[in-house]
């Protein structure tokens, strides 16, 4: 024969004891381990013998000139010993590598040859998993109806039985399992198969709502898929997907999903509701590649709840998000309820009750992050289109009187019901109500034709007036009072028990000259982002109508800092028709000449800075806390805090100029 050809050589009846526990650890990356051994078995359907012959071990050849694997060597020698292929054969593997692309090809080829011989493989590694020729060859495996799985414990133990020569040694698991986790999950995400269950740590560690979740760079997908017929939920419908984040090989987990959907539910005019539990918002891509998926999926109804809001700062990411939106698909931050569902129907809990410890711990401020992402503001400055009203595009053009047409986006409202539906049939439904005025409950377009129809003057219903009356109040989130206390209080140093950092926040109001209302929100620092340069762009995307004159009042607990003030400066003297005026609650590094170069630079270009005292306070408290018709309690001092604030901040206006007639007065000798 041949020394290239596989040799039809008999298996050997037992391994070593030695041999099988450095050759079969589930570990990672096994360094030194060349060799491949297969455990396999051989049993008749017919009456499921189990002789000697049908039991054994082969392993690989290694050497240059006559190279053979392991599975090779069973090929060759099974065609010998059972030449028949019209028998029944149940054959099982345990392999210490799982098989090539090579010897994937010849197994699907055998296969084809036995048409009634079924094949299991359990594999204690996977070999090269992170390479695509070698994901493929798995792939190919299990579509010929090959069961591929991870050796388990009892696995090893069955090993340990049949094919180690132990000599009476009791079977130990230690070493054995070490990645078995890690291994079994990267089979299913190659394999496009959802996990069942995720582990209780792993749920606990990805999934709380945090808001820099550092070392979490997987993403975990729990899904649900039901179908509006009969609303069946089996196995194959509920499951996990996991991120690959092999750098030669990246695929995330909602592309993961995406092709599964493809492979599983290959008809696009069923009518389906599809659920995902995300620990990680969708990045731009994966928006892109929904949306493309929506489009083929016409009748699918897509709503995700997601822990956190990855790159929630980055425009490109937040692009990504409206996208979804616009496209039809529901988007929310996980609740409490959510997180009790998910531990429910997608955690391996073993009976454990749901704990919300640490869970919801920036639950507030993501859902308000989303909100303020996905409400657009429309646009008044004339643009053209003929996009007709929309329920799914959520998008209304009105014919405004002056001739302009006035682009409406619906906001997503803030939904008082967060439950999820306990039973898998339910689907959360919301409605998406846009009012035209204030208590009003009807379609836009029937208040639009009964406002422009004959007999009504619509002279009276400037452009401002249509946006302030057609517009939703804004959905500001309200500070709470402790917030409110702890950042907008003007003691010297933070009260006891010095448990918080102060932070900016900026509390605006947008009005007209007549004392209209347009807008109001109360913004923060994001990351590498301050308060300040957040209002400039949220305040250049509701003033573009430059005819109409604004009026802004800022409340803002810290003074800025001198790269904010030349954006100011810029961006009013860039704007003329705005007026601004900033109160300020405390001041920010007043001490160095730098900040204070800042805050002269916009007294002396027309923004008045102005420091907080007890009106300004009240009027904050009545617009942008929660207070519950409660009145505003002054702290302990306030006026005097304010007062010695206002000394300093006017030291630092007062021109240098004045400073020195000031010393020439003094006539000192």
Known sequence: MEPWRPSPRNPMDRIDPNTFRFHFPNLLYASGRKLCYLCFQVEREDYFSCNDSDWGVFRNKVHPWARCHAEQSFLSWFRDRYPCRDEYYNVTWFLSWSPCPTCAEEVVEFLEEYRNLTLKIFTSRLYYFWDPNYQQGLRKLWDAGVQLDIMSCDDFEYCWDNFVDHKGMRFQRRNLLKYYDFLAEELQEILRNPMDRIDPNTFRFHFPNLLYASGRKLCYLCFQVEREDYFSCNDSDWGVFRNKVHPWARCHAEQCFLSWFRDQYPYRDEYYNVTWFLSWSPCPTCAEEVVEFLEEYRNLTLSIFTSRLYYFWDPNYQQGLCKLWDAGVQLDIMSCDDFEYCWDNFVD???????????????????????????????????????????????LWLECPEGKRLGLHQAPPVSSDRSVSACPGQQRKRDWPFPPRPGAQVDPRSWVQEVTEPGINTRRHSLHLLVSFLLPRPTMNPLQEDIFCRQFGNQHRVPKPYNYRRKTYLCYQLKLPEGTLIDKDCLRNKKKRHAEMCFIDKIKSLTRDTSQRFEIICYITWSPCPFCAEELVAFVKDNPHLSLRIFASRLYVHWRWKYQQGLRHLHASGIPVAVMSLPEFEDCWRNFVDHKDRSFQPWHNLEQYSKSIKRRLGKILTPLNDLRNDFRNLKLE
């Open 349 to 395: 809990h073993k009976g454990m009750r749901f704990q919300r410890r640490n869970l919801l711990k920036d639950y507030d401020f993501l859902a308000a992050e989303l909100q303020e992402i996905l409400s657009p503001v429309p646009s008044v400055c004339g643009h053209l289109s003929q996009t007709p009203w929309s329920p799914r595009s959520r998008c």
